[in-house]
């Protein structure tokens, strides 16, 4: 573990190599799962602004069940997450023409509709966040098996997690930070050579 500012992160973000392979997964990670993307609080009032916006992107059934309990719920585990289709399908997500799914909230956004990439915790993956009593933040490497075919592709590219993740970790703890993380992961390099 390393602490920088705030933050605990572990060395998985620096010794795992990451990069996402659409081809192979089809986006399953916004379709399997017990529960919806974790959200922040500020984070639900974002998704409810935006929803008329992205409104006609998303499938009849994500609309039926946003009417009913809105774009999130609390899980049960106490967490604010995004709503879910049947149990796991995360109503943000649509089926593109090659069969990948994908986020109704991204495609609204590269579209230039709307100015919210997408949840924090979705744009971070595989890194998952967890707010420490004191204060701190710890940034953790989640391993998932839908997600294998992107760890291999990763190690294949030499591609560490914290460098495919670059634009989300500047997005959630800002540039000045990131800095910080390239010149630890240099350090790190120097003591393993």
Not at 37 to 59: C, N
Request: net charge negative.
């Amino acid at each position: 573990m390393i602490q920088i500012d705030d933050t605990i992160i572990s060395m998985d973000l620096f010794d795992k190599q990451f990069c996402c392979d659409l081809s192979a997964c089809k986006g399953e990670c916004c379709i399997e799962g017990d529960s919806g993307a974790p959200l922040e609080e500020s984070e639900v009032p974002i998704l409810e602004q935006i929803l008329p916006v992205i409104w006609d992107d998303l499938s009849p059934v994500s609309q039926e069940v946003i009417k009913k309990q809105g774009v999130s719920y609390v899980d049960i585990e106490g967490d604010r997450v995004t709503s879910i289709v049947n149990g796991g399908e995360c109503v943000f997500s649509y089926v593109d023409e090659q069969g990948v799914c994908k986020c109704a909230i991204e495609k609204a956004c590269r579209e230039g509709r709307i100015d919210f990439y997408k949840p924090i915790s979705c744009y971070l993956y595989p890194v998952r966040l967890e707010n420490l009593r004191n204060g701190t933040v710890a940034i953790n490497v989640h391993r998932w098996k839908v997600c294998q075919a992107a760890f291999e592709l990763g190690k294949k590219m030499g591609l560490p997690v914290y460098q495919f993740l670059k634009e989300p970790l500047i997005r959630r703890f800002g540039a000045e930070w990131y800095e910080k993380v390239c010149i630890a992961a240099s350090e790190i390099e120097k003591i393993k050579r």
